[in-house]
Antibody
């Protein structure tokens, strides 16, 4: 079954850290760029970061640059997001998403169910 | 930094057609050509409906179509159905991705 399953969300205090994971199955994970996209409660979607197939190309949204680190492990078919110096503004559902690849640019054709991150004291 | 602007809400009756616009400010690299559209039901993950301005992924109804003129992309839904009531987001890609604020579609 082609799917992405996120884990690692939870409640964390301001200034704290959290590491999200995304397990891929049913497709060749190493062939696809991958992204993290978040959605604050009642708000719209916000792209957070993406990583290339090899991990050599990485981009971040300005809002998380210097605090978040994206990585991947092709052997484990997994995507990660290390989040440091968290603030209330980072409270959101975090989605792992697959870039469609091929002649499809910058669109996300497979999404996980999301994992909730709540930053609160 | 570029921004994508969508109307907060649109509505239509069953059987009608509606169009959702997505307007972006021109970036230094001349604007955007890679536009995608997503449908999201409350509490659910988004679903890709259109990519590269006007292409439909396999399995997406032909009632959904995309276009672009100048700096404005559009999503048109024809033959509106009750199940189309959802939030719709546009997205553009240059070297990074950007989402519009989202549009709530109400089927009257």
């Amino acid at each position: 079954q082609v799917q992405l399953v996120e884990s690692g969300g939870g409640l964390v205090k301001p200034g704290g850290s959290l590491r999200l994971s995304c397990a891929a199955s049913g497709f060749t994970f190493s062939d696809y760029y991958m992204s993290w996209i978040r959605q604050a409660p009642g708000k719209g979607l916000e792209w957070v970061s993406y990583i290339s197939t090899s991990g050599s190309t990485i981009h971040y949204a300005d809002s998380v640059k210097g605090r978040f680190t994206i990585s991947r492990d092709s052997a484990k078919r997994s995507l990660y997001l290390q989040m440091n110096s968290l603030s209330a503004e980072d409270t959101a559902v975090y989605y792992c998403a697959r870039d469609c690849g091929g002649d499809c640019y910058g669109a996300f054709d497979l999404w996980g169910q999301g994992t909730m991150v709540t930053v609160s004291s | 930094q570029s921004a994508l602007t969508q109307p907060a809400s649109v509505s239509g009756s069953p059987g009608q057609s509606i169009t959702i616009s997505c307007t972006g400010t021109t970036s230094d690299d001349g604007g955007y050509d890679y536009v995608s559209w997503y449908q999201q039901y409350p509490g659910k993950a988004p679903k890709l409906m259109i990519y590269d301005v006007s292409n439909r992924p396999s399995g997406v109804s032909t009632r959904f179509s995309g276009s672009k003129s100048g700096n404005t992309a559009s999503l048109t839904i024809s033959g509106l159905q009750a199940e189309d009531e959802a939030y719709y987001y546009c997205s553009s890609y240059t070297s990074t991705s950007l989402f519009g604020g989202g549009t709530k579609l109400t089927v009257l």
